[in-house]
């Protein structure tokens, strides 16, 4: 070992960040869960307290340290209250971090209220897409560097890590997230980067379609947030409640952010893929499920339950079980049967009910003869949401792992660049 | 990337014991205080499959290992009239569904750096259960790689 310091296992608390498009994951390794989830948008409002009252800052969420014009909402207790003139942003882009001036306020919050600590203590390893571009795991690599002056830093492909904490080395892993759902090979723990294939069909594609089903049916979908008092009607009937009254209108992205939530609720409870392809017939003896909206409006959901969810499956090109068989077919063959024989879902969509059955069904009609279909799914919620999470919670608390660490001193020997040869 | 663990010099020594001089069938490797990859069972040369699956869960449902074989088997080429005998050395990683993420973890990570070190094993077989493991499914995934 070059630096002669021992970064990690059990003596200094390292940090595990596994950014994603719905929220960033942030914790203690070794931990069987991450601390806190934090949702990946930021409210931004003009600062109007700052000038009458400058002192009461810090209760309400504001983590910029020093002045600023503006007043940053970070966490869900804060973002879902309606703020006059608060807009949200989302700093991810395809599954990489695209604003990095908000990605430093999101940091900033969660060293103050999470980890409650001083960045310079602790390791940090975080998580990246498997497409992740030099430039931008350079970047992080110098903010973390410079800004946190953290002592060692580690970027690991979140495919890697689904596919350790599944107990495999090599495996085709298949991350249904929010924004896209992705077929990534590893080999020996490396991505096969050039056979990663995407599909922009997630947990946001199916929120989107349940929207407009439900804009369809006309249900009011007026968040909770901003509803102080409903009365009890009867299924079907006009919803009666109160809305909060506000001296200002919300604005535009808050509302598409809080009925995206509402609406995600909704899809998350009531939402089945089908065993086979959807067939209505099948289908309607299937049980329908019950709903009740913030607005009180309530009704049972049947066939559209799964006519929604099929959008997952039915797409010719983007269905998961294609991308995942076009990724195997772009892989060597010598190790094709290896990826087919240890298939891993993971991420937070693959939690819609009847998934992992009808995928595992839709690729074994894809998978060759000569070679035998085994899927690994994580049973637990925990270890499918946060599967990236837990795996570099226990890779960065292993003892041997110390010496894989970027320091600081290689930092300031070698610089940003060298990001690329410690973590390939 | 890798976990860091290293491998122990009586790994590389008993296993050049079972390819060279045939001196054992088996040998089973675990990870000693998480740092090296050491040997716990070295299995005579006229022991069966079955005594090296017990070897390998050994540790219990919470345990990995890896487990080094040297496999015999017949096989009879098309347009041939004998049999000939095969013997394939395979390399198994086992981590049951039912460990802890930890060990899986450990496990999975530092199965690269054994592969390294032991050269010239002809299969690389990760299993989670015993459809995966047993004598049949390795046998059928070593026959894969012969000629008809």
Redesign the interface.
């Known amino acids: 070992m070059s630096t002669g310091m021992l970064y990690g296992g059990d003596e200094i608390g390292a940090l595990v960040f596994d950014p994603g498009h719905h929220s960033l994951r942030v914790g203690y390794a070794q931990e069987d869960t991450p601390k806190a989830e934090i949702p990946a948008v930021v409210g931004v409002a003009p600062d109007e307290s700052f000038k009458v009252e400058p002192e009461v800052k810090t209760e309400d969420g504001n983590v910029s340290s020093k002045p600023s014009q503006n007043k940053y909402y970070i966490d869900t207790t804060f973002l879902h209250v309606p703020r006059a003139n608060m807009e949200l942003h989302s700093y991810m882009k395809d599954g990489m971090i695209e604003n990095w001036d908000m990605f430093e306020k999101i940091l900033d919050y969660s060293y103050e209220k999470i980890i409650q600590s001083e960045s310079q203590y602790h390791p940090v390893l975080f998580s990246e897409s498997p497409w992740n571009q030099r430039q931008k795991r350079e970047k992080l690599t110098e903010i973390m560097f410079e800004k946190y002056k953290v002592p060692a830093f580690f970027l690991v492909k979140n495919a890697a890590l689904a596919a350790f904490a599944n107990g495999r080395a090599t495996a085709l892993v298949i991350d249904s997230g929010a924004t896209h759902t992705s077929a990534v090979p590893v080999l020996d723990g490396y991505v096969i980067s050039n056979a990663v294939v995407k599909s922009p069909l997630g947990g946001d594609y199916l929120i989107l379609r349940a929207r407009e089903m439900l804009d369809s049916l006309k249900i009011d979908l007026t968040p909770a947030a901003l509803i102080s008092a409903k009365d009890v009607v009867r299924e079907k009937d006009i919803p009666r409640c109160t809305r909060k009254k506000l001296n200002f209108q919300p604005s535009n992205s808050w509302m598409t952010y809080m009925m995206k939530r509402t609406v995600q609720d909704f899809q998350q409870t009531v939402l089945q893929v089908a065993e086979s392809p959807y067939d209505e017939r099948f289908v309607s003896n299937i049980p329908s499920v019950h709903y009740e909206f913030p607005s009180g409006y309530h009704q049972d959901f049947g066939n559209e339950r799964f006519k929604l969810a099929e959008g997952l499956f039915d797409h010719a090109m983007l269905g998961a079980g294609h991308i995942a068989a076009t990724s195997a077919g772009m892989c060597d063959v010598d190790i094709r049967p290896a990826l087919y024989s240890s298939v891993v879902l993971t991420g937070g969509n693959s939690l819609v009910q009847g998934f992992s059955d009808r995928l595992s069904r839709d690729l074994q009609s894809r998978t060759p003869g000569s070679m035998k279909l085994k899927m690994i799914a994580a049973n637990g919620t925990v270890e499918r949401r946060f599967g990236a999470w837990v795996g570099g919670s226990i890779l960065a608390s292993i003892g041997t792992f110390q010496q894989m660490w970027m320091s600081m001193q290689e930092y300031q020997e070698s610089g940003k660049s060298q990001i690329d040869r410690k973590c390939p | 990337?890798?976990?860091?663990?290293?491998v122990s010099d009586v790994c590389k020594t008993t296993y050049e014991e079972i390819k060279k001089d045939k001196k054992h069938r088996y040998v089973i490797f675990f990870i000693k205080?998480?740092?090296q990859i050491d040997v716990e069972v070295i299995g005579a040369r006229d022991e069966e499959y079955d005594q090296f699956l017990t070897n390998l869960q050994a540790g219990g449902a919470g345990e990995?290992r890896y487990g080094l074989y040297d496999f015999e088997y017949t096989h009879q080429c098309q347009g041939t009239s004998e049999a000939s005998k095969k013997q394939k050395l395979f390399l198994m990683?086992w981590?049951?569904?039912t460990?802890k993420?930890?060990k899986?973890?450990?496990?999975?990570?530092s199965?690269?750096a054994l592969?390294k070190s032991l050269v010239g094993v002809q299969k690389?077989i990760?299993a989670?259960d015993l459809s995966?493991a047993s004598q049949e499914a390795v046998e059928e995934?070593l026959r894969?790689t012969d000629r008809q």
């Open positions: 990337m890798a976990s860091g663990v290293t205080d998480e740092r990995c990683s981590c049951p569904d460990a993420v930890k899986k973890m450990l496990y999975s990570s199965f690269d592969k690389y990760q989670t995966e995934k894969a």
